[in-house]
């Protein structure tokens, strides 16, 4: 079993920047995917980002609405995910999931944390 937990989120003007984390604790992986989901008001949960380790690297992904702006990052000591975001839109505004995968599936996921862009 895996259990996360993110914090960092909160209110940021537009063009600003945030920092999102997610603290995994239980069962670890060697190698695995975790990444960052959100849902904003009144929408589905959507994709963000992703980042999958093994033992020859890392690789990432995004959704091209936030490539250029958003960066995702592990600490394998601290077994937590981060995500950086940078010139914030309006329409980032939403609710971020830490999730990550087992099998074949975002199996686990975080509570939630509320980021909200406004002026």
């Known amino acids: 079993q895996v259990q996360l937990v993110e914090s960092g989120g909160g209110l940021v003007q537009p063009g600003g920047s945030l920092s999102l984390s997610c603290a995994a604790s239980?069962?670890?992986?060697?190698?695995?995917?975790m990444g960052w989901f959100r849902q904003p008001p009144g929408k589905e949960r959507e994709f963000v980002t992703a980042?999958?380790?093994?033992?020859?690297?890392?690789?990432?992904t995004y959704v091209e609405a936030v490539k250029g702006r958003f960066i995702i990052s592990r600490d394998v000591a601290k077994k937590s995910v981060f995500l950086q975001m940078n010139s914030l839109k309006y329409e980032d505004t939403a609710l971020y999931y830490c999730?990550?995968?087992?099998?074949?599936?975002?199996?686990?996921w975080g509570r939630g944390i509320q980021v909200t862009v406004s002026s």
């Open positions: 239980g069962r670890t992986f060697s190698s695995g995917t």
């Open positions: 980042i999958a380790w093994s033992e020859t690297g890392e690789k990432t």
């Open positions: 999730t990550a995968v087992e099998g074949s599936s975002w199996k686990y």
